[in-house]
Structure formats: structure tokens, C-alpha cells
């Protein structure tokens, strides 16, 4: 009987997990290679998407609003 909450608590755990990771690897905010690229935000621009999901957000009609550095 404990079966299915064994499996369910041990999938959570792996998607916690994993969803971590994704944002240790993908995330602009982190930057693991400091003396190549210390500033990775820099670089986006306004039409990457970085999010997980995004609700009705079209990031290519999106103009840049920042300046360059």
C-alpha cells in the first residue's frame, strides 16, 4: 500500500530535481564561466525566452529596450 506514494514522492523529487537544473543550466541570471562570458544577460535579446511558460507572450514582436554594454 505504500507502493504508489513511494512512486509519487520519488517523482516529485525527480522533477524538483531536474527543474533545478534547468534553471542552473539555462538561466541567464547564473553564469558558471566567469572569465569568458562574466555577464551572460547582456547578450539576450528581447525576443529570447527564458521562462518556463509564458502566458499569450509573443517575444518576437518584442522591440530592445535596454542599451548596449
Given at each position: 500500500q505504500l507502493i504508489p506514494l513511494f512512486v509519487i514522492i520519488g517523482c516529485g523529487g525527480v522533477g524538483a530535481g531536474l527543474y533545478l537544473m534547468r534553471l542552473a543550466m539555462?538561466?541567464?541570471?547564473?553564469?558558471?564561466?566567469?572569465?569568458?562570458?562574466?555577464?551572460?544577460?547582456?547578450?539576450?535579446?528581447p525576443s529570447?525566452?527564458?521562462?518556463?511558460?509564458?502566458?499569450?507572450?509573443?517575444?518576437s514582436r518584442l522591440k530592445k529596450d535596454r542599451p548596449d554594454f
Amino acid at each position: 500500500q505504500l507502493i504508489p506514494l513511494f512512486v509519487i514522492i520519488g517523482c516529485g523529487g525527480v522533477g524538483a530535481g531536474l527543474y533545478l537544473m534547468r534553471l542552473a543550466m539555462f538561466n541567464p541570471d547564473v553564469s558558471w564561466d566567469k572569465k569568458n562570458n562574466p555577464e551572460p544577460w547582456n547578450k539576450l535579446s528581447p525576443s529570447d525566452q527564458y521562462k518556463l511558460y509564458s502566458v499569450n507572450m509573443d517575444y518576437s514582436r518584442l522591440k530592445k529596450d535596454r542599451p548596449d554594454f
